[in-house]
């Protein structure tokens, strides 16, 4: 039985290279471009396969066409990433993000991605319907792609409530507002999207709290994970508040930091841990891929390192 599945509706190639500094109209020598895969569902996927191995905890569902889309293939299975892909008409996008050594500064392009046609959305769903059993969760993570309406994850939601899968969703805007009304398992916002959802400015952390409790006691989520960057993060449920401080490490880039804390939560709920050891791991993770550049991610033994540095949170 696979247990967690990732859906990526939107995966990229993430490109990463750096330069001296980045300036206008003129030709920038970069260093030799690094590739790897990119989307949120598949960073979580990618890092859940690192800090647990097992090919039975985790499946990456996504859909990718054209030649982007089979290196993006050819990455994962190097990665030994178990992995479904839907074939797209559509070619995969790229995206682009640039160190600027003399500042540290990293830069980030972002396409919108292909097109996803009504047959292409049903081939989908046919493919998550036809998991035997239904998985234990579900990671709904990243933005949609043109072409599938606001609504798609909240449909997926309500869909995977009905087979009894906890769902873990990542995302911001109106898609994320939508599938909250659904209901889902845990929601992991940034301080930029709770103070969306909540559409007032949250400008400490009383502010913060008060608004991930309403998610709750809403029952639009069980579980808020606020992350907030530099101050760490911040788990809401019912009968628990968990605050989770940051972890001092020299930052290469903060792409995918929070795909990796959401992966680590859900290795350790998987094995049953406490909430808080959760968290513990989730900080870990989020900490090692921020040594990393571009799309890296985390290295396990860094996330062992820091796991074993961290203090019962608070």
């Not at 990671?139 to 087979?163: E, F, H, I, M």
Request: net charge neutral.
């Amino acid at each position: 039985m696979v247990e967690i599945v990732t859906l990526t509706l939107n995966p990229a190639v993430d490109v990463s290279t750096a330069v001296e500094r980045v300036v206008d109209t003129h030709k920038l020598r970069c260093e030799a471009a690094r590739r790897y895969p990119g989307g949120g569902g598949l960073n979580v996927a990618r890092v859940i396969q690192r800090l647990d191995g097992r090919e039975s905890s985790c499946l990456a569902v996504y859909l990718a066409g054209g030649s982007a889309g089979n290196l993006l293939e050819q990455m994962l299975t190097a990665e030994r990433v178990p992995g479904r892909r839907l074939r797209i008409a559509g070619e995969t996008r790229e995206s682009f993000s640039v160190t600027e050594r003399s500042t540290g500064r990293e830069f980030r392009f972002v396409l919108p991605g292909p097109h996803i046609s009504a047959d292409e959305w049903s081939a989908t769903l046919a493919l998550l319907d036809a998991l035997m059993p239904a998985p234990r969760y579900l990671v709904l993570s990243g933005s949609l792609p043109p072409g599938l309406p606001p609504k798609a994850y909240a449909d997926l939601a309500r869909w995977a409530n009905l087979r009894g899968t906890r769902v873990v969703l990542d995302t911001s805007g109106l898609p994320l507002a939508l599938a909250l009304d659904a209901g889902v398992y845990l929601v992991k916002p940034s301080l930029g999207e709770l103070a969306a959802l909540a559409e007032q400015p949250l400008a400490d952390e009383a502010a913060w709290l008060c608004a991930a409790r309403r998610l709750v006691e809403e029952r639009r989520a069980q579980i808020v994970a606020l992350t907030i960057g530099e101050r760490g993060a911040l788990l809401v449920t019912s009968d628990e508040t968990i605050r989770v401080p940051a972890l001092s490490v020299a930052v290469s880039s903060a792409t995918g930091a929070g795909d990796s804390f959401l992966a680590g939560l859900l290795v350790a709920l998987r094995r049953g841990e406490r909430l808080r050891d959760a968290a513990r791991l989730a900080q870990a993770a989020a900490s090692a891929t921020l040594l990393s550049s571009g799309t890296a991610l985390c290295d396990p033994d860094e996330v062992k390192r820091l796991y074993v540095s961290t203090q019962e949170v608070a």
